[in-house]
């Protein structure tokens, strides 16, 4: 994935409030940059101080800027065990909210049973669980080499949406989440291509298992959350015909373009002043606000 200094890893506070201000961003939720992830795969002696540094970190921020940011906790993933503990030690911190976990664990209800531990502490204190498309330690990551013609659009775009709706198959269509009513699931980017392959889903199993529920049921009725980071109009009307408006939230990449992306993008959405409020603020701070404290919204000056 290459190298980068650890000075790119962190935003200026100030700045980053500024941003938010100019926005009308009224809370962010920190999690560790992607790019970054590699320190929850280095060995458990390692990765545990790092994890530990970042998350009291990111708690100290959320308490010396109440109400702005909450956060994600970042795990030592080498050892399940020992991330789960450190999961159940991060929930006790003000601000944190849940976890940011790869999407490669949830690839396939096998790859998922590994990640129960996390679940079954998300599911005790009623948490999120973030699942963000990224390698589990010792997976090949980025799939795509970087000397293949148009490699940031595959792996960026191809690769990623493919792999997050094979997560929103694990996660909707099997019964891994049975034993977790009370934990937050949340995939990113609209859950992959789900929204506009479903009706091809649907009439495949038409064909193929006709006696079974349609796969487009049975993800409506799921309790995953979707965020709406980096599409259109269309696509978020899409995500709201198949999984509600309630289960949608605003999702940025907290960066300027990023919000003004989604700002428009929702905008333009034909989706109604309810639906689109709920996406803006509504569904999110009803998430957070029992995990941490939320402000109030505040719309963007003119």
């Known amino acids: 994935m290459g190298e980068e200094p650890l000075s790119k890893a962190f935003d200026e506070v100030d700045f980053h409030l500024a941003r938010m201000n100019r926005k009308g961003v009224s809370t962010s939720v920190l999690s560790l940059l992607g790019s970054f992830c590699w320190i929850e795969a280095q060995p458990l002696e390692v990765s545990l101080s790092l994890c530990r540094l970042f998350n009291d970190s990111v708690s100290r921020l959320c308490q010396e800027h109440e109400g702005r940011f909450a956060a994600y ?26 976890t940011q976990v790869p999407g490669n664990a949830f690839l396939t209800r096998r790859d998922a049973e590994a990640m129960r531990p996390v679940l079954e502490v998300a599911n005790r204190h009623r948490a999120l669980v973030f699942i963000h498309h990224g390698p589990r330690p010792g997976d090949t990551f980025p799939k795509v080499a970087g000397d293949t013609d148009n490699a940031r659009r595959r792996n960026g775009t191809l690769d990623m949406q493919a792999s997050l709706s094979s997560v929103m198959v694990t996660l909707c269509l099997t019964d891994y989440l049975a034993p977790y009513p009370d934990a937050l699931i949340h995939v990113h980017n609209l859950g992959g291509n789900i929204p506009y392959e479903v009706e091809r889903m649907d009439h495949r199993s038409l064909l193929d298992t006709p006696k079974e529920e349609l796969p487009s049921a049975r993800i409506r009725r799921s309790q995953v959350y979707v965020d709406c980071n980096s599409f259109g109009a269309r696509a978020i009307e899409a995500a709201v015909r198949l999984y509600g408006a309630d289960r949608i939230v605003c999702g940025t990449d907290g960066t300027e373009f990023g919000c003004e992306w989604t700002s428009k993008a929702l905008a333009e959405a034909e989706i109604g002043e309810e639906a689109r409020d709920k996406i803006l603020h509504r569904n999110a701070a009803a998430m957070l606000s029992p995990l941490a404290t939320i402000a109030p919204l505040e719309r963007a000056a003119a």
């Open 73 to 98: 906790a970042a795990l030592p993933l080498v050892d399940i065990s020992a991330a789960a503990a450190e999961f159940e030690r991060a929930l006790g911190l003000a601000g944190i909210v849940g």
